[in-house]
């Protein structure tokens, strides 16, 4: 197994985007897999040209994606930390949102490979060495298998339940980062990480 940054091609984003589709149409998302593939591509394009700190991780195994992790830096004027500023309640926000921090946005991990650590390992790789004191992360009350997986990696319930918008209300979680130091990754056996 390898971890490595997205390495730009559209062939890659096809396949991120396939395997996003594949597993937002799962409960409890229930996403259109068809519009995944469409609107998914457009969401890294738009991130990778706009984003400070785009981070898209990739993890393949045999040479076929088996996972993805998606992040960016956030802070005043980017979409959903104004949305989080809005609608977080005032110690929440006095406690986790900051000028600019991290946001995790997705961390995908095929079926056949859940449960194997890469998912840690995924984690782990988008969040070493950022120049931030903190990251944030929604994910849906209903998720309790990412959520039990983020809280395994020190993760902290920030809201159980907020609404930020017209989608279904999700669970805000943050963690505390060490700025410009690296984490600890561990993958599954015959792993290798490429910056």
């Known amino acids: 197994m390898k971890i490595s940054q997205w390495d730009g091609t559209e062939d890659q984003v096809d396949a991120i985007a396939r395997l996003y589709a594949d597993a937002f149409a799962e409960p409890p998302y229930d996403e259109d897999p068809a519009r995944s593939r469409i609107e998914f591509p457009q969401r890294i394009r738009r991130y990778a040209a706009g984003k400070p700190e785009f981070r898209l991780r990739t993890a393949t195994e045999d040479g076929d994606l088996v996972g993805f992790v998606l992040g960016t830096g956030i802070g005043p004027g980017d979409w959903w930390w104004d949305r989080l500023n809005a609608t977080l309640a005032a110690p929440h926000r006095a406690r986790w949102l900051e000028q600019q921090q991290f ?48 809280t395994s990696l020190g993760w902290t319930v920030i809201d159980p339940c907020l609404r930020v918008s017209a989608s279904p209300p999700t669970q805000i979680m943050g963690i505390r980062l060490r700025p410009r130091t690296s984490r600890r990754i561990t993958l599954p056996a015959r792993s290798s990480v490429e910056g």
């Open 103 to 150: 946001g995790v946005a997705e961390l995908v991990v095929k079926p056949s490979h859940r449960r194997s650590g890469l998912g840690s390992a995924l984690m782990n790789d988008v969040l070493d060495g950022l120049p931030y004191n903190s990251a944030l992360l929604a994910c849906y009350p209903d998720a309790v298998a990412p959520q039990r997986l983020y």
